[in-house]
């Protein structure tokens, strides 16, 4: 018996949830994307609960990969507005001219 099979791409941003059901020898594996629930039927059993994990960490790391990368960024640029505040004081106290600062501020910005 040779059956038909359907390919659908679902981005993982999109993926709400993921869940398995297993009988003895098969399951099914069932996916949450918005309003459409898609199954996939009669997968190995030990297949279902090694999908379902993998999704659901690739999902967990997709999120905290962005959360991190943005905490990385937010700290480097306090750190750089940090020290420009800390170049202006010198400059206004005196200790810095308009040329050492401007030499300064380029340095810590990268120019």
């Not at 997968?43 to 990385?72: H, L, M, P, S, W």
């Not at 700290?75 to 206004?92: C, F, M, P, T, Y």
């Amino acid at each position: 018996m040779f059956f038909g099979l359907k390919q659908i791409f679902i981005d993982l941003d999109k993926v709400n949830a993921i869940s398995g059901e297993a009988g003895i020898f098969f399951g099914k594996i069932i996916i949450q994307d918005g309003a459409k629930i898609h199954t996939i039927d009669n997968v190995f059993k030990k297949t279902v609960v090694r999908f379902t994990n993998k999704v659901r960490d690739a999902i967990e790391n997709r999120k905290t990969g962005i959360t991190q990368q943005a905490q990385e960024n937010f700290a480097a640029n306090e750190a750089i507005i940090s020290q420009l505040e800390r170049l202006v004081e010198l400059k206004n106290q005196g200790f810095l001219n308009d040329e050492e600062f401007a030499a300064q501020k380029a340095r810590i910005l990268g120019n």
